[in-house]
C-alpha cells in the first residue's frame, strides 16, 4: 500500500513535522527505531522558541500539566572567570524555556503526534528508495522483516546519522562542521534554581562545558568540542568533565561525592556547512538537515522550525499533486530566509574564539549581557 507521507524518525522534529501535517488533514506513517518513551543524549535545554511552537500545535495545556522544570536566568563563564548573568525573557506566548530528560520531553511530543492521527511503526529504515532520481518511499526491517513501504513524500527526521541523508547528499559533513559532546546527570550538586550555566575555558574552545539543573540537586552536565579540535588532543572527554568537575567552583558545589550517571557521547552537525535539504520527492529536517547552531549546540529549536516549515511546503506540494525537486526546492530557501544570518554570526564568534580565546574574556568582560556572544546564547534559551 502507497502511504501519503512517512517520516522517519520520531525525535522532536520528526514529532513535530507529523503532528503539523497530520493536522492539515494528511494521512502519516511516523517511523521510528526505538519505541518510547527512549533517552536521546542531549543537554536537556529546550529554548522557549521550541516550547512555543509546540504551543502553536495545540500542547499548551499537556506541556503545562507535564510541569517542565522552568529555566528564567543564564549564566555564562569566560575562560579566566569573568561572568555575565542575564534574566531569560519568556517567549511572545509567555512559554519559559526549560529543562527537561528527552526521555520525558520526546514522549510526550511522540505521543501528541499519535494523539493527532499520526500512525506509528517500530522500525530500522535501512534506506530511501529511489527510481527515476526520486525518493519513492523506505526500505526497513518491521519485527525481523525488510519490507519496503512506498509514500508520496519522505521527511528525513532520523538525526544526525541519518540514513536518508547519507544517502541522498553527495557531500560529506567535514569535522570543522561536527563536534562530539558528552552528557552526564549528577544527583547532588547544589544548583542554582532555575539558572542554566555555561563555562567557556581554554582546554575545549572552540565549546563549552554546561550545567542544567532541573530541580532537587539534579542536573545534566556536559561539554562539547569541535571535532578537528577535538582530534586535536590527547584528552578524552570523560577527563575533560572531569577536570570541569574538580575546578574549585564547581567541585564546592558537590555535595556527596558527584556520583555521574547515564553518561553518554554524540556527535552533533553544525548548520554553518550549507548543505541540500530539498530533494526530488524528500526533505531533511533537524538534525538530519544538519542544523545545529555551530556556537551553542543547540538544535531543538532550530529542529522544531524546521519541522513547520517541511509540513508547509508538503502539504502545498501534496495540493498540487507535485513532490518533484522543483515544487519541493522551496524548502531550501525558507531554512535559508529563517536561519542562515544566525548561524553565520554564531559560526563568526565561533571561529573568533578559537583563534583568539581572549575574546570571549573581552567580550564577556566588557559587553556583559549586551555582547554577541550572551546574545546568541540568550536568543537560544
Ligand atoms: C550532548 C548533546 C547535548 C545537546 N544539548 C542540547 C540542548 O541542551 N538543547 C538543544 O536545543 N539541543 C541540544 N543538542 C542537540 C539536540 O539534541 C538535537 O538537535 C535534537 O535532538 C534534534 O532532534 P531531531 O528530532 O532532529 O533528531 P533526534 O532527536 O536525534 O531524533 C532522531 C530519531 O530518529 C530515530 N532514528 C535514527 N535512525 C533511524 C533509522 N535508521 N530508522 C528509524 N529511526 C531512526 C532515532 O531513534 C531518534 O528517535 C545536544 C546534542 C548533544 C549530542
Redesign the pocket.
Known amino acids: 500500500m502507497e502511504r501519503e507521507i512517512i517520516v ?8 513535530t513535522t507529523a503532528t503539523a501535517l497530520a493536522q492539515k488533514g494528511h494521512n502519516v506513517l511516523l ?4 519505541q518510547f518513551p ?1 533517552d ?8 522557549a522558541g ?1 516550547i512555543e511552537i509546540l504551543y502553536s500545535l495545540g500542547m499548551k495545556e499537556r506541556i503545562q500539566d507535564a510541569g517542565f522544570y522552568p529555566v528564567t536566568r543564564i549564566l555564562l563563564s569566560s575562560p579566566r572567570g569573568y561572568v555575565v548573568e542575564a534574566d531569560l525573557k519568556p517567549g511572545k506566548m509567555g512559554a519559559n524555556s526549560c529543562v527537561v530528560p ?1 526521555t520525558e520531553f ?1 514522549a510526550l511530543i511522540q505521543q501528541y503526534a499519535v494523539d493527532s492521527g499520526v500512525e506509528f511503526c517500530q ?4 534506506e530511501p528508495i529511489i527510481e527515476d532520481n526520486r525518493v519513492v518511499g523506505v526500505r ?1 526491517t518491521v519485527n525481523g522483516n525488510l519490507q519496503e513501504i512506498r509514500a508520496q513524500a519522505v521527511v528525513a ?7 536518508v541523508a547519507r544517502t541522498l547528499r553527495d557531500d560529506k559533513q567535514e569535522d570543522g562542521h561536527r ?1 562530539v ?3 552526564t546527570y549528577i544527583t547532588d550538586i547544589e544548583e542554582n534554581p532555575h539558572q542554566v550555566e555555561f563555562y567557556l575555558y581554554h582546554e575545549i574552545l572552540p565549546g563549552y562545558a ?1 550545567i ?1 539543573p532541573y530541580g532537587e540537586g539534579k542536573a ?1 552536565v ?1 561539554l ?1 568540542m569541535r571535532l578537528d579540535k577535538f582530534r586535536e588532543i590527547d584528552s578524552s572527554l570523560e577527563d575533560l568533565v572531569d577536570i570541569f568537575l574538580e575546578m574549585p567552583e564547581i567541585k564546592k558545589r558537590i555535595r556527596r561525592g558527584g556520583e555521574l550517571n547515564d553518561t ?5 552537525n553544525f548548520g554553518s556547512q550549507p548543505i541540500k535539504k530539498a530533494y526530488s520527492g524528500a526533505l531533511l ?5 544538519g ?2 547552531n555551530p556556537l ?8 522544531l522550525q524546521s519541522a513547520v516549515l517541511a509540513s508547509d511546503v508538503i502539504h502545498e506540494a501534496l495540493e498540487k499533486k507535485d513532490t518533484s525537486l522543483k515544487q519541493l526546492a522551496v524548502y531550501d530557501d525558507l531554512i535559508n530566509e529563517n536561519m542562515k544570518a544566525n548561524m553565520r554570526k554564531s559560526y563568526f564568534l565561533q571561529r573568533s574564539l578559537m583563534r583568539i580565546p581572549i575574546w570571549a574574556d573581552l567580550l564577556i568582560r566588557w559587553g556583559g549581557s549586551n555582547s554577541d556572544i550572551a546574545n546568541i546564547f540568550i536568543d ?1 534559551l
Do not use: E, M, Y
Open positions: 522517519v524518525g520520531a525525535g522532536p522534529s520528526g514529532s517511523i521510528d527505531r526505538q527512549r536521546k543524549t542531549c543537554g536537556d535545554g529546550i529554548p521550541a528527552r520526546d522500525a530500522q529504515v535501512k526497513a527526521a532520523d538525526g544526525v546519522t541519518s540514513v563536534a559532546a558528552l552528557r554546561w542544567f545534566n556536559g562539547g553518554a557521547i554524540w556527535q552533533l529536517v533537524g538534525d538530519a538537515a542544523l545545529i551553542t549546540g543547540g538544535g531543538i529549536h532550530n529542529g537560544k
